[in-house]
């Protein structure tokens, strides 16, 4: 059974930085798509960054050149780095991983909350 954890959400002022983390189980990560994905209160969960298999990452533009999403395959886990956080940024973030062989079959994490505001 596939386990996603996620941490490192917390409440940070506009500017500020923050890394979240998240380690999976139960799955072989190295042959694992891994991405953050968030959701703002009212408003649907939407790609913030991923990271495939073989490294490539791709970002949404709104957090191009302040985010950087990275993995530790040894550790099992994904981070994400994010600066000069905006109020815009506060949202549940959620970690998701996808197989090589599937489209079909997601797993999700259950989220960690990053609220930014002064």
């Known amino acids: 059974q596939v386990q996603l954890v996620e941490s490192g959400g917390n409440l940070v002022q506009p500017g500020g930085s923050l890394t979240l983390s998240c380690h999976a189980s139960?799955?072989?990560?190295?042959?694992?798509?891994m991405g953050w994905y968030r959701q703002a209160q009212g408003k649907q969960r939407e790609l913030v960054a991923r990271?495939?298999?073989?490294?490539?990452?791709n970002y949404a533009e709104s957090v191009k050149g302040r985010f950087t999403i990275s993995r530790d395959n040894a550790e099992n886990t994904v981070y994400l780095r994010m600066n000069s956080l905006k109020p815009e940024d506060t949202a549940v973030y959620y970690c998701n991983a996808r197989p090589l062989w599937s489209d079909d079959d997601d797993s999700w994490g259950q989220g960690t909350q990053v609220t930014v505001s002064s």
């Open positions: 139960g799955l072989v990560f190295s042959l694992h798509h």
């Open positions: 990271i495939a298999a073989m490294g490539s990452t």
